[in-house]
């Protein structure tokens, strides 16, 4: 069966790559390599090109998800591949961007909203709560699919930023929870082994943020 889904993946990719980052594979075939991915988290970023802060959040995103090697990226957009090309190409960022929504019936006069559209997605394929999300969020999984981390449009700059630099790089991918005489503070370590066994507490491991609605580690913002 993995070798079937292993050869599916490859001819989806060979055929309708549609550029060097923007791949047409289908929306069946997207959330079953979301749901395999061989990495311990995945972190699922909503895409549009006509939103500023989504093409200005969008590199940072790459550049920090590609420093981690535990996470997959998926950079999930239901616009038209001609619709973003310019700006892929122009980016330059080696990232591969997920398009669904593809076989959906096109109008001369049309309402048709691709933010609307992944969220939906994202919510009937994945079952994650996207109410409050929009382009430029992104939400973090661990390997049984439950939500780590979920920014949404509440979320400003300096808070987003620093959720995806500490979470991602300072936690996941640079603390050795093993290594003797290890100066990191015991509630960072905490975190990290809850993180890796993936036997947090939704109630344990995550709080409100002031008005927000994002959750975060509750020892992130005690790390300098």
Same mark, same amino acid.
């Given at each position: 069966?993995?070798?079937?889904?292993a050869?599916?993946?490859?001819l989806?990719?060979?055929?309708?790559s549609?550029?060097?980052?923007?791949?047409?594979?289908?929306d069946?075939?997207?959330?079953e390599?979301?749901?395999?991915?061989?990495?311990?988290?995945?972190?699922i970023?909503?895409f549009c090109?006509?939103?500023?802060?989504?093409?200005?959040?969008y590199?940072k995103?790459?550049?920090?998800?590609?420093?981690?090697?535990?996470?997959?990226?998926?950079?999930?957009c239901a616009?038209?591949?001609?619709d973003?090309? &310019?700006?892929? *190409? !122009?980016?330059k /960022?080696? @990232?591969?961007?997920?398009? %669904?929504?593809?076989?959906?019936?096109?109008?001369? =006069?049309s309402?048709?909203?691709?933010?609307?559209?992944t969220?939906?997605?994202?919510?009937?394929? &994945?079952?994650i *709560? !996207?109410?409050? /999300?929009? @382009?430029?969020?992104?939400? %973090?999984?661990?390997?049984?699919?439950?939500?780590? =981390?979920?920014?949404?449009?509440?979320?400003?700059?300096?808070?987003?930023f620093?959720?995806?630099?500490e979470?991602?790089?300072?936690?996941?991918?640079?603390v050795?929870?093993?290594?003797?005489?290890?100066?990191?503070?015991?509630r960072?370590?905490k975190?990290?082994?809850v993180?890796?066994?993936?036997?947090y507490?939704k109630n344990d491991?995550?709080?409100?943020?002031?008005?927000?609605?994002?959750?975060q580690?509750?020892y992130i913002?005690?790390l300098?």
């Amino acid at each position: 069966m993995k070798l079937i889904y292993a050869l599916l993946i490859l001819l989806c990719t060979a055929t309708q790559s549609v550029s060097a980052q923007i791949l047409n594979l289908g929306d069946e075939v997207v959330v079953e390599k979301i749901k395999h991915s061989d990495k311990q988290f995945k972190l699922i970023y909503i895409f549009c090109n006509y939103c500023q802060i989504s093409i200005e959040r969008y590199p940072k995103v790459v550049q920090t998800a590609q420093n981690n090697k535990n996470i997959e990226a998926f950079f999930i957009c239901a616009q038209d591949s001609s619709d973003i090309v &310019l700006y892929t *190409d !122009t980016c330059k /960022m080696k @990232a591969p961007m997920y398009l %669904i929504n593809q076989d959906r019936k096109r109008k001369m =006069i049309s309402f048709y909203n691709p933010i609307k559209a992944t969220c939906k997605y994202l919510k009937k394929r &994945l079952g994650i *709560d !996207t109410a409050k /999300m929009g @382009a430029s969020d992104f939400c %973090i999984l661990d390997k049984d699919g439950k939500i780590i =981390i979920q920014t949404d449009w509440e979320t400003d700059n300096n808070e987003y930023f620093r959720l995806l630099d500490e979470c991602l790089n300072r936690l996941w991918n640079r603390v050795d929870i093993n290594k003797e005489n290890n100066n990191t503070p015991t509630r960072v370590k905490k975190l990290c082994l809850v993180l890796s066994n993936e036997v947090y507490q939704k109630n344990d491991c995550f709080k409100k943020s002031g008005a927000t609605s994002v959750r975060q580690p509750r020892y992130i913002k005690d790390l300098t």
